[in-house]
C-alpha cells in the first residue's frame, strides 16, 4: 500500500462567507503529526473540515483522501465510517447522557477493535463512574469519554484539537502516556495543541498553521531548542513580534 | 361539588389529547429544531383518514337502512371498525410526515424560517383540499357501540366513558412509552445526543439523517393518534387544525421546547385553564366565559415572563 494515510491537497473551508481555511496541504503517515499555530489560524476549522462537521452553514472544497479514499465534503458520518475519529475541542459531550450511554450509541460490533469495555479498561476511571452523566465528570475523565468515544468508531486517524487544555499538568500526564500508546500500537494521530510541551511529547513532526493553511513544518526537537520558533509560530510573545 | 369534578376531568382529558399532540411537536422540534406549523395539519387529516376508513369500510355493515335520519347512530360499530382506522391513519400520518421531512424540509436543514415557512405553506394547502373534499360541517369518528358513552363515578359525577377513560388512558401509555424509548433504547439515546449536539453525533459515524426519518414518523403518528382520538372525542372541523397546531405551540412554549416532560406539565396546565375559564369566569352578573381565551394567553405570559425558555426549556 503505497498511498500515506492522510493527503490534504488544496484545503479550503468556509463559513458561510468566512474563508477560513486558505488552501492547506498536507501528507502524513501512521506516525503522530502535531498541528500548532496561533489562536484564529485556522487550526480548530481545519479539524472541523477534516472530520466533517463544520455544520449547515459550513462548506470545503479541495481533495482530502484517507487511506487513498476520497473523503473531502462527505457526510460527517460517512468519514467516521471511512476511518476518522474526531476528539473535538471542549469535549463537546453530550450532557443529556451518561458515561455509558456515550459508549452505546456509537454501536460498535462486538467483533470490532474497540468495544466499550476495551475503552473501560483503558480508561478504569470510565467505569467506576459509568451511570454519571458526562458533563458533571471532572476535566480529565471527560476529555477520557471523548477519546474513549472516538475510539469507538474505530479509527485508522484520531484527530485531536487541544486535548490538553483546561487539564491539570498530572492528568495531562497521563494523558500523554496514553495517547502515545495508541499512536505506537498504529493508529494515525494528528493533535492541535497550543500547548509547546504536549506538542513535542506527542510527536516528533510538527506543523505550523499560519493563515488558514500549513505554513511550514519542523521537528519538536527544532523546536524545544529555538525560542525564536516557538515565539514566531505560537506566539509565546505576541506583544514583542507585532513590534 | 359535582361540577367542579367535572370541569376537572374534562380538563385532564383535554390536557390529555393536547399532550398526545404537542408531544410528536416538540420532540421533532428538540431533535431537528424544525418548528413543524404543518403538526396541526397532520392532526386534522389523521382523524378525517380514520373517518373516510370507518364510513368506508365499516358503515355498511349492520343495518340496510340507509335512509335513516338520525344517520351514523344506526349503525353498529364493532371494536375494530375503530382500532382499524385508528392504526391505519397513524401509520398514514406517519409515512406523510416522513415524506413532508424528505422532500421539503432535508434540503433546507438548519434553515428555520425557510422551514416554517414551507410547513405553514403545506398546512394552508392541505386545509383546504382537506375543506374542498370533506366540507365544512363538522363530522364524528364513532367510537365502537359495545363501549358505555358514560360511567359514573362515586359521588354521582356522571362522565363520558371515552373521554374519560381511552384517552386519557392513551395519552399515559403513549407517555409511558415515549419515555422508554427515549431513556432506554439506543434510538432514543441517539435523539438525546443529537438534541445536545447533532454534529458531534454524526461525527460518531451515526447517520443523523436516518434517525431524523425515524423521529419525525414517530412525531407525526403522534399527530395522527391525535386526530383519530380527537375526532372521536370532539369532533372534525376545517379550523381545528391551527387550533390544535396553536395549542401545540402554548403547550411546548410553556414546558420548553424539546422537553416531553415539559409537554406533559404544560398540556395539564392549558387543558385545566382551559377547562376552569370555560365554566369559572363568571363574577356575579358578569359572565366573561367568553373570553377565557385571554386567561390561557395570561398563562403563555406569566410563564414566559419567569422562565423564558418555558418551565423545562434549555437554551438552543
Avoid at chain 1, 476549522?45 to 472544497?61: F, H, I, M
Avoid at chain 1, 521537528?219 to 514583542?240: H, I, N
Avoid at chain 2, 438534541?195 to 403522534?222: K, P, T
Wanted: hydrophobic share 50%; glycine share 12%.
Amino acid at each position: 500500500m503505497s498511498e500515506p494515510l492522510l493527503v490534504i491537497e488544496d484545503l479550503h473551508a468556509y463559513y458561510g462567507t468566512a474563508h477560513v481555511v486558505e488552501g492547506a496541504s498536507l501528507t502524513m503517515g501512521a506516525e503522530p503529526v502535531a498541528l500548532i499555530g496561533r489562536n484564529g489560524m485556522g487550526k480548530s476549522t481545519l479539524c472541523k473540515a477534516l472530520s466533517g462537521t463544520l455544520g449547515v452553514n459550513g462548506r470545503t472544497t479541495g481533495s482530502v483522501r484517507l487511506d487513498g479514499a476520497d473523503i473531502q465534503g462527505k457526510a460527517a458520518h460517512k468519514i467516521a465510517k471511512a476511518g476518522v475519529g474526531y476528539v473535538p475541542q471542549g469535549r463537546r459531550l453530550f450532557q443529556s447522557l451518561t458515561v455509558d450511554e456515550h459508549l452505546q450509541i456509537v454501536g460498535a460490533s462486538s467483533k470490532a477493535a474497540w468495544t466499550p469495555k476495551r475503552v473501560y479498561e483503558l480508561f478504569p476511571r470510565l467505569a467506576e463512574r459509568k451511570h454519571v452523566s458526562g458533563t458533571s465528570l471532572s476535566g480529565g475523565e471527560q476529555e477520557m469519554l471523548s477519546i474513549g468515544r472516538a475510539l469507538l468508531t474505530n479509527p485508522k486517524l484520531l484527530i485531536m484539537d487541544e486535548p490538553s487544555e483546561g487539564l491539570a499538568p498530572t492528568v495531562v500526564e497521563t494523558l500523554i502516556e496514553t495517547i502515545k500508546d495508541l499512536a505506537a500500537a498504529g493508529m494515525g494521530l494528528l493533535v492541535v495543541e497550543q500547548n509547546l510541551g504536549v506538542a513535542t511529547a506527542l510527536a516528533d513532526r510538527v506543523v505550523v498553521m499560519v493563515s488558514g493553511s500549513i505554513a511550514t513544518e519542523t521537528t519538536s526537537g527544532q523546536l524545544l531548542s529555538d525560542p525564536e520558533q516557538q515565539k514566531r509560530y505560537l506566539g509565546v510573545e505576541p506583544l514583542a513580534e507585532a513590534a | 361539588m359535582n361540577q367542579f369534578v367535572t370541569v376537572t376531568l374534562n380538563g385532564l382529558t383535554l390536557a390529555a389529547l393536547y399532550f398526545v399532540v404537542a408531544s410528536g411537536f416538540t420532540l421533532i422540534f428538540g431533535l431537528m429544531r424544525v418548528v413543524n406549523m404543518a403538526h396541526g395539519a397532520l392532526y386534522l387529516l389523521g382523524g378525517y383518514i380514520a373517518l373516510e376508513i370507518q364510513t368506508r369500510w365499516f358503515e355498511d355493515e349492520g343495518s340496510g337502512l340507509g335512509l335513516s335520519l338520525s344517520g351514523a347512530s344506526d349503525t353498529e360499530y364493532s371494536v375494530f371498525a375503530w382500532f382499524v382506522p385508528l392504526v391505519l391513519a397513524t401509520l398514514i400520518i406517519g409515512v406523510l410526515g416522513v415524506v413532508l421531512q424528505q422532500v421539503f424540509l432535508r434540503w433546507n436543514q438548519g434553515q428555520d424560517l425557510r422551514q416554517a415557512l414551507i410547513t405553514i405553506a403545506l398546512s394552508v394547502i392541505l386545509a383546504d383540499q382537506m375543506l374542498a373534499y370533506w366540507g365544512g360541517i363538522s363530522k364524528d369518528i364513532a367510537a365502537p357501540s359495545a363501549w358505555p358513552t358514560s360511567i359514573t363515578l362515586p359521588g354521582d359525577v356522571r362522565f363520558g366513558f371515552f373521554r374519560g377513560v381511552v384517552v386519557l388512558a392513551a395519552a399515559l401509555i403513549i407517555g409511558l412509552g415515549l419515555y422508554l424509548i427515549i431513556k432506554r433504547t439506543r434510538f432514543g439515546k441517539i435523539v438525546r445526543a443529537g438534541v445536545d449536539d447533532r454534529d458531534m453525533v454524526s461525527a460518531l459515524g451515526i447517520n443523523v439523517n436516518r434517525v431524523f426519518i425515524g423521529m419525525f414518523f414517530l412525531g407525526a403518528m403522534l399527530a395522527g393518534i391525535g386526530g383519530v382520538l380527537g375526532g372521536t372525542m370532539i369532533s372534525l372541523a376545517p379550523g381545528q387544525d391551527t387550533a390544535f397546531l396553536l395549542n401545540s405551540l402554548i403547550v411546548v412554549i410553556i414546558g420548553g421546547m424539546g422537553s416531553l416532560g415539559g409537554a406533559a406539565i404544560g398540556a395539564l396546565a392549558l387543558g385545566l385553564v382551559d377547562a376552569y375559564a370555560d365554566v369559572y369566569l363568571v363574577f356575579g352578573d358578569v359572565d366573561l366565559t367568553n373570553y377565557s381565551i385571554i386567561v390561557t394567553f395570561a398563562l403563555l405570559v406569566g410563564v414566559l415572563a419567569v422562565r423564558p425558555l418555558g418551565l423545562f426549556g434549555r437554551p438552543a
